[in-house]
């Protein structure tokens, strides 16, 4: 066996060891405490992978502009209202599931791609802008919908967007899309070397805000299938307005921060959905557990600052290591000569 291949074996079995080492002690725990495994039924694997679906997705959106220091809050009303525009325009036309998906990622890419133009010629804070930005697009799902949201309970045609394999698929192909997108592409070399600096990345003629609109248009596109499943997941999406969007992208800031963890074994794309493979492992033996909602929250986010606190005394650490080995190796040294 080669050394490349061998070292790829070695990060696909890291990559896979953090969900398996989730599962198996929460799956210990569960049975001892309560009697049942973690997956008892098929309707808790399909659960499961929906709720793997929707985090995925919204991880990887998010992570298209944080790597390049711009927290884009207004991915949550994204989400919302390109489901809510997207599902009804669908609908009222009557197409089906393959309807809603396609309205939802075009008004996605169209979403996104606003907020990327009022980034670039506004010069407004990244942060700052997405809160004004979600606000607007809450008022229209609000207005667009009438209140009244997406509804998709009942609609026959539509049925399968709540398919497991159709989960599992659509999650498969935004995986691949951002692999090739970050591998194999300009904009993705361009977009190592912005997150590395942006002045050398201008200066060596990168054009960063033309890169800056393609980042949230690819984000507003990703998050729309998070908003889809979402929807077809609980039967509809209410409109809802004061910056309460916001939470469905929140939630998912650990999936996203810990595959970035993952990825110096695998890639951005693979890193985050094992990640949120992980994170939702978690979630579903504390529910198994008889945890409230929010004791889950409480836990996960725990879990969540334990991970940043370790992620920032990582290279403290390590260091510190390097020290003590320098030591060792003068002491040993010292007591070579004295013997000498």
């Not at 711009?70 to 989400?79: C, I, T």
């Not at 995986?175 to 050398?200: E, P």
């Not at 693979?270 to 033996?285: A, C, D, E, K, Y």
């Amino acid at each position: 066996m080669s050394v490349v291949m061998k070292t790829g074996l070695k990060n696909a079995l890291i990559t896979i060891a953090f969900p398996f080492a989730v599962w198996v002690v929460l799956e210990i725990i569960c049975v001892i405490k309560t009697g049942r495994h973690i997956f008892n039924t098929a309707l808790d694997v399909q659960n499961y992978v929906r709720s793997v679906g929707i985090s995925a997705c919204t991880a990887l959106a998010l992570s298209y502009n944080l790597g390049n220091g711009r927290f884009d809050l207004s991915l949550g009303a994204q989400r919302m209202v390109v489901a809510i525009l997207g599902g009804n325009v669908a609908i009222r036309l009557g197409m089906g599931t393959p309807g809603v998906i396609l309205f939802a990622l075009a008004f996605g890419f169209i979403a996104g791609g606003i907020v990327g133009i009022m980034f670039v010629v506004t010069r407004i804070p990244a942060m700052v802008l997405g809160v004004g930005m979600a606000l607007v697009y809450e008022c229209i799902a609000f207005a667009g919908s009438k209140s009244q949201g997406l509804q998709l309970f009942g609609v026959e045609k539509v049925a399968t967007l709540s398919n497991m394999y159709l989960t599992i698929c659509v999650v498969l192909a935004v995986v691949i899309f951002v692999m090739v997108i970050d591998r194999y592409t300009k904009f993705g070399f361009y977009s190592r070397a912005i997150s590395g600096s942006q002045r050398i990345a201008h200066n060596c003629g990168i054009n960063i805000f033309g890169h800056a609109i393609g980042c949230y248009t690819i984000a507003g596109g990703l998050v729309s299938f998070s908003g889809v499943f979402d929807a077809a997941f609980k039967g509809g999406m209410d409109a809802e307005l004061g910056f309460a969007s916001n939470s469905a992208v929140m939630t998912n800031c650990f999936p996203m921060f810990l595959g970035k963890f993952m990825s110096r074994w695998s890639s951005d794309a693979v890193g985050i959905l094992f990640s949120t493979m992980t994170v939702r492992l978690f979630q579903t033996g504390l529910s198994v557990l008889k945890i409230s909602a929010t004791g889950q929250q409480v836990f996960t986010m725990i879990a969540f600052l334990l991970f940043l606190i370790f992620r920032a005394n990582e290279t403290v650490l390590k260091k510190r290591h390097a020290i003590n080995a320098r030591i060792a190796e003068a002491k040993a040294k010292k007591s070579i000569m004295a013997k000498i």
